[in-house]
């Protein structure tokens, strides 16, 4: 089976901007979880998606939001981009978001904010 | 709140050596526990996990871990070191009784030398 994609791999954009990531999980995978990965606050949980709904979303700002769609694609969008919000963005994905199933992640997106 | 602490920024041994990487959690329910490898430029790659059973679980490349319970302790071991097991490696809990995010530690930089 194909692993997790992210696209795109890299991005530059300035402050103000708004960016958005792609995520195509696992065939199979229904469960689709965002986090950023940053040097000062390592990993952090941002959002996890199944069935097209939000079940579980950590302590990030409005800004940053997601949705999946019906093939269990996931799209998180971060708008008026700052500074901080450079980091690596991990997309990972699971037969099942509770319980016992390991997530499996994606390459990251690397984000840098000018 | 759950938590992960790993107390070691990096771990330093000579290959063939036994190595060990620690890690010590808080959850309020019952813990689910897995160990993740971080190669520069990647995403994380899932090594094994505990979810309920012996102690002692096996998983990729010749690493396991070893569950207390106790001691609130899931400490990654492997009796032999590569200089290809050279990374960073992160711990990560999921509470049974909290949703769906993984809560990750810090992450532990091992570097094997020849």
């Known amino acids: 089976k194909a692993g997790v994609t992210q696209t795109p791999r890299y991005l530059i954009k300035t402050r103000g901007q708004q960016v958005t990531l792609s995520c195509s999980p696992i065939s199979g995978h229904r469960s689709v979880s965002w986090y950023q990965q940053t040097p000062g606050q390592g990993l952090q949980f941002l959002f996890e998606?199944?069935?097209?709904?939000?079940?579980n979303k950590g302590n990030f700002p409005g800004r940053f939001s997601g949705r999946q769609f019906s093939n269990s694609r996931s799209e998180m969008n971060v708008s008026t981009l700052e500074l901080g919000d450079s980091a690596l963005y991990l997309c990972a994905s699971s037969l099942e978001g509770y319980g016992a199933y390991e997530q499996y992640f994606g390459p990251g997106t690397r984000l840098t904010v000018t | 709140a759950q938590s992960v602490a790993q107390p070691e920024d990096q771990v330093n041994v000579a290959e063939g050596n036994p190595l060990t990487v620690k890690c010590t959690y808080s959850v309020s329910g019952n813990p689910y526990l897995f160990w993740y490898v971080q190669y520069p430029n990647r995403g994380l790659q899932f090594l094994l996990k505990y979810i309920t059973g012996d102690n002692l679980v096996k998983g990729s490349y010749g690493f396991e871990a070893e569950f207390n319970k106790s001691q609130t302790s899931f400490h990654l071991k492997k009796p032999s070191a590569l200089v290809s097991d050279s990374a960073l490696y992160f711990c990560a809990v999921r509470d049974d009784q909290a949703g769906t995010a993984l809560i990750f530690g810090k992450g532990t930089t091992l570097s094997v030398s020849s």
């Open positions: 998606y199944f069935s097209e709904t939000q079940r």
